[in-house]
């Protein structure tokens, strides 16, 4: 599975942006995907997921501010991200979930800066 997220940058404080992932090779479009993110010193965290079937699970930081999506034909998956804060900022990561665990293949990720 090759991942590639884009779509990262700098935002004022309650800007909003839209993160894209691309997703090839050996891939079940059935399978949950998600977005995470890690910032500096800190340890990666999930932020959204979404099932084959459309079902999502958001951490609470995000809940309400956050929507995941995704095309199955294009196997793209998105992460619109709304009312920004620095809590925010951080390298984000899409990945696709094997059936047992998260995929060892993060890809580059793309970075998301809030400024205050």
């Known amino acids: 599975v090759q991942l590639q997220a884009s779509g990262g940058g700098l935002v004022q404080a309650g800007g909003s942006l839209r993160l894209s992932c691309a997703a090839s090779?050996?891939?079940?479009?059935?399978?949950?995907m998600g977005w995470f993110r890690q910032a500096p010193g800190k340890q990666r965290e999930l932020v959204a997921s979404?099932?084959?079937?459309?079902?999502?699970y958001y951490a609470n930081a995000v809940k309400g501010r956050f929507t995941i999506s995704r095309e199955r034909a294009k196997s793209t998956m998105y992460l619109q991200m709304n009312s920004l804060n620095s809590e925010d900022t951080a390298v984000y990561y899409c990945?696709?979930?094997?059936?047992?665990?998260?995929?060892?293949?993060w890809g580059q990720g793309t970075q998301v800066t809030v400024s205050s």
């Open positions: 990945n696709v979930h094997t059936g047992t665990v998260w995929s060892s293949s």
């Open positions: 090779g050996s891939l079940f479009s059935m399978n949950r």
């Open positions: 979404i099932t084959g079937i459309g079902g999502t």
